[in-house]
C-alpha cells in the first residue's frame, strides 16, 4: 500500500488532484447519506447553493468538487473534512487517504521499524485502550500509543466518536498540553504519537518511582498552576470547549524543566455507558483505576461538565 501523508491543519485546496478525483467520484455516484448529498447537508445549509450544486451534474461538472470548491474558500482544512467524514461513519471516503499523519513528522513506516513491527521488547505500558511503545526515530525519542485491536468495551460508533474528537488535537496549541506529534490510522493500526517526557509522570515522581527524590514545593506549586493553565484554556477554546474528564496525576506528564503538559484528556470518549433504566457511567476496569477522581455527580448521571473537571483538579492538588 503506498504511504501519503497529509497535514491536518493544511488547506483543502493543498489535496493532491489524483486523491481529490477518486474521492469526488465516490461521493459523486451516490445520492444517499453516504453521498455528496450526505456531504452537503452537513457542509451548506444555503438552500440556493444546494440547487446551484445539483445542476452542476447537467453541465458535465462534480457536484462534489464544487461543494468543496466553495466550502475551501471558507478556510477549511483536510482535518475539517475528515473530521465530517468521520461523523458520517464513511470508512471507505476516509480509507482513500491511506494514512493521516497529523504533522507529517513520523510515519507509520518509521514507527514500525523503530519498534520492530510493535515487539513486546519496545513496550513500556498497557492501558485499558492502548499499548504503550517507545521509539527512537531520527534520533529523537517518542512514546506510541496503539489502539487495542481486540477491545470489547469499544465497538465502531465509539471508536469513531472518539477519533472525531482526536482529530480536533492539532488545533490545541498551549505550552502545558502535550504536543500531538501524529495521528496514524493505516494497515488496521491507531497510533498517537507524542514527544517523550524526560520525568515521566507526576504519578512516578509523588511516588518516587526508581528512587527518585520527592518534588519541592515549589516546583509541585507551579506544576498544579501550569495544569489549571490547561484546564482553563481547553475550557474557554472558541468555538467548542472541551471537556476533559480525565485528569489524574498520571496523565500530568513532565518535561526536562518539570513543566506540566497534561495528556489524554479525550480518553473519556472511549469510555462506554449503560442505560438500565436511567444513564449511568459503566464501571468498568479501567473507570474503577480513576472512580477516586471522579465526583458523585458524574458516577451517578454520566454526564461531563467543566465542574466535573474543577473538582477532578481539586482531587488531584491535595
Not at 452537503?40 to 457536484?63: N, V, Y
Not at 467548542?240 to 496525576?249: D, E, K, L, Y
Request: hydrophobic content about 40%; some cysteine.
Amino acid at each position: 500500500m503506498a504511504e501519503l501523508s497529509l497535514s491536518f491543519n493544511a488547506s483543502l485546496f493543498e489535496v493532491p488532484p489524483i486523491l481529490m478525483e477518486h474521492f469526488c467520484e465516490l461521493m459523486d455516484c451516490s445520492d444517499g447519506d453516504l453521498g455528496w448529498k450526505g456531504l452537503a447537508e452537513r457542509l451548506s445549509s444555503d438552500w440556493m447553493d444546494f440547487r446551484k450544486i445539483e445542476r452542476c451534474a447537467e453541465q458535465g461538472k462534480s457536484r462534489t468538487k464544487e461543494l468543496l470548491w466553495r466550502w475551501a474558500h471558507k478556510n477549511k482544512t483536510i482535518g475539517d473534512l475528515l473530521e465530517v467524514l468521520h461523523e458520517m461513519g464513511h470508512q471507505r471516503a476516509i480509507t482513500l487517504f491511506k494514512e493521516i499523519n497529523v504533522l507529517s513528522r513520523v510515519s507509520f513506516k518509521e514507527i514500525t521499524e523503530a519498534t520492530h513491527n510493535f515487539h513486546k521488547d519496545f513496550l513500556i505500558g498497557e492501558g485499558h485502550f492502548f499499548d504503550i511503545f517507545k521509539a527512537e526515530v531520527k534520533k529523537k525519542l517518542y512514546v506510541v500509543k496503539v489502539l487495542k485491536q481486540k477491545n470489547q468495551d469499544v465497538d465502531q460508533k465509539t471508536l469513531n466518536h472518539f477519533m472525531s474528537k482526536w482529530k480536533t488535537l492539532p488545533r490545541v496549541q498551549h505550552v502545558n498540553i502535550i504536543k500531538l506529534v501524529g495521528c496514524i490510522t493505516m494497515e488496521g493500526f491507531t497510533c498517537l504519537v507524542y514527544p517523550n517526557m524526560t520525568n515521566g509522570s507526576l504519578f512516578r515522581r509523588l511516588h518516587c518511582a526508581n528512587s527518585t527524590t520527592p518534588l519541592p514545593w515549589q516546583i509541585w506549586y507551579n506544576i498544579l498552576l501550569d495544569v489549571a493553565h490547561a484546564i482553563y484554556y481547553l475550557h474557554t477554546m472558541n468555538p467548542s470547549p472541551v471537556t476533559c474528564g480525565n485528569i489524574t496525576s498520571k496523565n500530568i506528564l513532565l518535561d526536562q524543566h518539570f513543566q506540566a503538559k497534561l495528556s489524554d484528556f479525550a480518553m473519556v470518549h472511549l469510555r462506554t455507558y449503560q442505560i438500565n433504566p436511567i444513564y449511568t457511567i459503566k464501571m468498568d476496569y479501567a473507570t474503577l483505576q480513576f472512580l477516586g477522581y471522579l465526583p458523585e455527580e458524574y458516577i451517578r448521571g454520566g454526564e461531563l461538565s467543566p465542574k466535573t473537571d474543577v473538582y477532578i483538579y481539586g482531587v488531584v492538588s491535595v
